[in-house]
């Protein structure tokens, strides 16, 4: 069974920075592509950032030079480090990973960021 369970979600001042982490089970994480997503209320939920098997990174526009994504083979562990965090960041992140064909989603961690 698989499993992704996030932590690191809080509330922090804008400016602030918080290290969200994904750990998964249940999967050959090696060679899984992760990425976390995010979903605000009234919006569709988006993509963040992404990490491929081979550790290649891409980001959405919005958290260029702001937020760093990592994984840790030997953890299992993806993280998302965000720095520079605004209001707009506020959203429920959510963390994925994909094996083809298949696609699994942790449960979401919650961020808020306040003004």
């Known amino acids: 069974q698989v499993q992704l369970v996030e932590s690191g979600g809080g509330l922090v001042q804008a400016g602030g920075s918080l290290r969200l982490s994904c750990a998964a089970s249940g999967i050959i994480f090696r060679i899984a592509a992760m990425g976390w997503y995010r979903q605000a209320p009234g919006k569709q939920r988006e993509l963040v950032a992404r990490i491929t098997g081979d550790s290649s990174t891409n980001y959405a526009d919005y958290v260029k030079g702001r937020f760093t994504i990592s994984r840790d083979n030997a953890k299992n562990t993806v993280y998302l480090q965000m720095n520079s965090l605004t209001p707009d960041d506020t959203a429920v992140y959510y963390c994925?990973?994909?094996?083809?064909?298949?696609?699994?989603w942790g449960q979401g961690t919650q961020v808020t960021v306040s003004s």
């Open positions: 994925n990973a994909g094996l083809f064909p298949m696609n699994y």
